[in-house]
């Protein structure tokens, strides 16, 4: 699963990086992002036309659901069911988005407990991690627009810190994941589905990072730094 990630490229650098109309993106450097926060999106303008950046809960609620119940606040959805779980097929035809990201964090089981590791690229370039979105209306006139992040198997560089990996985008794929309008035809969903699979682990580095990542409310820059090693 993926259960942490940073976000701290500037506005600029998404705009230029997503293809963004506009740099006026809120956006603050985060190197902590926790589930059932608010994290940065991109996805389609209502008219298709544009892509835009949004604040969107990470924790997807599915429409039908009577509340936004933590059942249904889910962080992660299977690249391998996706496209046919009731909570996600609607969001996987329609309602499609890029997480941007500048690393993310998995832990390895250890005699010691679990030591956290930062995966990024090589050139600390950003990255999309694939997503689907939802708009939840309760009664109340409660309105909820959150996020889930696709997972699949880990690649080679992955596989011995943790068995899935969030899916990473080719910047030449954004168009495709994003699409215009529904995806419905088996041919459309066919290609969707080759896209969801483990990055190439060629140009991604993964190393050991503080503990202190394990607490959502440390957030500084301090975090994605290389654990140094005591000396013996």
């Given at each position: 699963?993926?259960?942490?990630?940073?976000q701290?490229a500037?506005?600029?650098?998404?705009?230029?990086?997503?293809g963004l109309?506009?740099?006026?993106?809120?956006?603050?450097p985060?190197y902590?992002?926790a589930?059932?926060q608010?994290?940065?999106?991109?996805?389609?303008?209502e008219d298709?036309?544009?892509?835009?950046c949004?604040n969107?809960?990470?924790?997807l609620?599915?429409?039908?659901?009577?509340?936004?119940d933590?059942?249904?606040?889910m962080?992660?959805?299977?690249?391998?069911t996706v496209?046919?779980?009731?909570a996600?097929r609607?969001?996987?035809?329609q309602?499609?988005?890029?997480?941007p990201a500048?690393?993310?964090?998995?832990?390895?089981?250890?005699?010691?407990?679990k030591?956290?590791y930062a995966?990024r690229?090589?050139?600390?370039?950003p990255f999309?991690?694939?997503?689907?979105?939802e708009?939840?209306?309760?009664?109340d006139?409660?309105v909820?627009?959150?996020?889930?992040i696709?997972?699949?198997?880990?690649?080679a560089?992955?596989?011995?810190i943790?068995?899935?990996?969030?899916?990473?985008?080719?910047?030449e794929?954004?168009?495709?994941?994003l699409g215009?309008?529904r995806?419905?035809?088996?041919?459309?969903k066919?290609?969707?589905?080759?896209?969801?699979?483990?990055?190439?682990?060629?140009?991604?580095?993964?190393?050991?990072i503080?503990?202190a990542v394990n607490?959502?409310?440390n957030?500084?820059?301090?975090?994605i730094e290389?654990l140094?090693?005591e000396a013996?």
């Amino acid at each position: 699963m993926c259960g942490r990630f940073a976000q701290y490229a500037d506005p600029e650098t998404l705009a230029d990086h997503f293809g963004l109309a506009t740099t006026a993106v809120d956006a603050q450097p985060r190197y902590n992002v926790a589930p059932t926060q608010p994290v940065l999106a991109v996805r389609l303008t209502e008219d298709q036309q544009h892509r835009e950046c949004v604040n969107l809960r990470w924790g997807l609620v599915p429409f039908w659901s009577k509340v936004p119940d933590h059942r249904y606040s889910m962080i992660n959805a299977r690249a391998e069911t996706v496209a046919s779980k009731p909570a996600y097929r609607a969001a996987f035809a329609q309602r499609r988005c890029l997480i941007p990201a500048d690393a993310f964090y998995e832990w390895q089981p250890g005699k010691d407990g679990k030591q956290p590791y930062a995966i990024r690229r090589k050139d600390q370039a950003p990255f999309a991690m694939a997503g689907l979105w939802e708009h939840w209306e309760g009664d109340d006139g409660a309105v909820i627009d959150s996020c889930t992040i696709i997972v699949t198997e880990a690649n080679a560089l992955l596989a011995a810190i943790h068995d899935r990996m969030p899916v990473i985008l080719a910047p030449e794929d954004y168009g495709n994941w994003l699409g215009t309008g529904r995806t419905d035809r088996e041919t459309d969903k066919a290609l969707l589905q080759s896209l969801l699979k483990p990055a190439d682990p060629s140009g991604w580095e993964a190393y050991p990072i503080s503990r202190a990542v394990n607490r959502p409310a440390n957030d500084s820059p301090n975090l994605i730094e290389p654990l140094v090693a005591e000396a013996p």
